[in-house]
């Protein structure tokens, strides 16, 4: 079955230096969704993205964060410079075009700020 | 901003009883609700949806039940087995392709 990948499982970065969560999403779907999910909170939405642009955006994605997809399958959240609160887990999602807005998640991306 | 409220952050029942998961949520505007299901180390999977011109839906062991001028759903799950246990996340979004809005979940853990 189809399914969302994201790379690395776990990156560990010390605060101010720039990261870069990458994702390969289900090969017909058209929109990408990044959501983060700090440790014992609600999973918020980050970012989305259709039609090799920011389709919508959250207050959280400031200008410190970056979203691109630089081929045919990859999409990567990138972050300039790294906080301490910018620990969480970050999750990449995808939909096909016409279905209802079901999101076909990956497993998540671990980002510890030390 | 609760949108979307997951009262109970923790649940446990027997093997082979129903499992009750409430959700209420604040805005009238929503109307299409998914739930998700989470494994630790995985990613939230869907599990089922309803629309608000239902107000059920069933798919084998998993029923949601949508009462909207309670602005309030509940996914059952009937009977319900030990692989079941994991954090049951209630969503929605307001229309189109807009962000679904996530409650914080409720872990249910289902006893042998």
């Known amino acids: 079955e189809p399914e969302v990948t994201q790379t690395p499982s776990h990156q560990v970065t010390q605060m101010g230096q720039e990261v870069i969560l990458r994702c390969v999403p289900i090969?017909?779907?058209?929109?990408f969704y990044w959501y983060r999910q700090i440790l014992g909170q609600k999973v918020e939405f980050l970012v989305s993205f259709y039609n090799n642009e920011i389709s919508e955006k959250s207050e959280i994605f400031d200008d410190q964060f970056s979203v691109e997809r630089p081929d045919g399958s990859n999409f990567t959240l990138k972050i300039r410079s790294t906080k301490l609160e910018d620990s969480a887990m970050y999750f990449c999602?995808?939909?096909?075009?016409?279905?209802?807005?079901?999101?076909?998640f990956g497993a998540g991306t671990r980002l510890s700020v030390l | 901003d609760q949108q979307v409220k997951q009262n109970s952050p923790s649940l446990s029942v027997q093997e082979g009883r129903i499992s009750i998961l409430n959700c209420d949520y604040t805005n009238s505007m929503f109307d299409y609700f998914l739930w998700y299901k989470k494994y630790p180390a995985e990613g939230p999977t869907f599990l089922i949806s309803?629309?608000?011109?239902?107000d059920k839906n069933e798919d084998g062991r998993f029923t949601v039940f949508l009462n909207k001028s309670a602005k309030h759903l509940s996914l059952h799950i009937v009977p319900s087995q030990p692989g079941d246990s994991a954090v049951y996340f209630c969503?929605?979004?307001?229309?189109?392709?807009?962000?679904?809005?996530f409650g914080k979940g409720t872990r249910l853990s289902v006893i042998a």
């Open positions: 090969s017909n779907h058209l929109y």
């Open positions: 969503a929605t979004f307001l229309q189109g392709n807009t962000p679904l809005v």
């Open positions: 999602a995808s939909r096909i075009l016409l279905a209802k807005n079901i999101q076909y």
């Open positions: 309803i629309s608000s011109i239902k």
